[in-house]
């Protein structure tokens, strides 16, 4: 019974990994710009509001969570050793043939949700808008992922709640 539910999950993954592939050709160069340069605007972003508030510490405060997600993910690289999709693109990763999970969602969601919860601490007002745009930046790095052929649906998914996990706990929020 379990066997036929993660073949069926498999099924799903792979299914839904090729629909949002296939939707994502016509406008490749788009994509391929946001997988490959995405994570720049989380940085330029970092530096923005630590230039506007003039404290150091929320650098810190942001780079924790972030650097414990990239270790946390290419742990779990290590030991699920999940290849990459296998459909044709001429885009190559530079770092490592695994998938699971996808650094770049993780890391984008963790960017995403520091910035957001600390702008929510110190730019009230904004609040909102800056972590809207944030998670919407990060969805969009996160589904270039997979438009660009590198990961599987359900790799991002779980970049994200990794990022998202982290952040939140590290942050202790």
């Keep these: 019974m379990l066997n036929q539910q993660l073949g069926t999950m498999c099924k799903l993954d792979r299914r839904w990994t090729k629909q949002i592939h296939d939707e994502g050709q016509g406008s490749l160069k788009i994509w391929r710009a946001f997988s490959v340069h995405g994570i720049w605007l989380f940085i330029l972003s970092s530096i923005v509001m630590l230039?506007?508030?003039?404290?150091?510490?929320?650098?810190?405060?942001?780079?924790?969570?972030?650097?414990?997600?990239?270790?946390?993910?290419?742990?779990?690289?290590?030991?699920?050793?999940?290849?990459?999709?296998?459909?044709?693109?001429?885009?190559?990763?530079?770092?490592?043939?695994?998938?699971?999970?996808?650094?770049?969602?993780?890391?984008?969601?963790?960017?995403?949700?520091?910035?957001?919860?600390?702008?929510?601490?110190?730019?009230?007002?904004?609040?909102?808008?800056?972590?809207?745009?944030?998670?919407?930046?990060?969805?969009?790095?996160?589904?270039?992922?997979?438009?660009?052929?590198?990961?599987?649906f359900s790799d991002v998914v779980a970049g994200a709640l990794l990022g998202i996990l982290v952040s939140v706990t590290l942050l202790g929020l």
């Design 51 to 152: 230039y506007s508030t003039g404290t150091t510490y929320l650098a810190f405060l942001i780079l924790v969570p972030v650097a414990a997600t990239i270790i946390t993910t290419f742990l779990i690289r290590y030991i699920v050793r999940r290849p990459r999709p296998s459909v044709e693109t001429s885009y190559k990763p530079w770092l490592n043939q695994f998938s699971f999970p996808s650094a770049h969602a993780s890391v984008s969601f963790a960017f995403a949700t520091s910035i957001g919860l600390l702008a929510f601490e110190i730019l009230y007002t904004t609040a909102i808008m800056i972590g809207t745009v944030m998670l919407i930046l990060a969805t969009i790095i996160s589904i270039s992922r997979i438009i660009v052929g590198v990961h599987y």
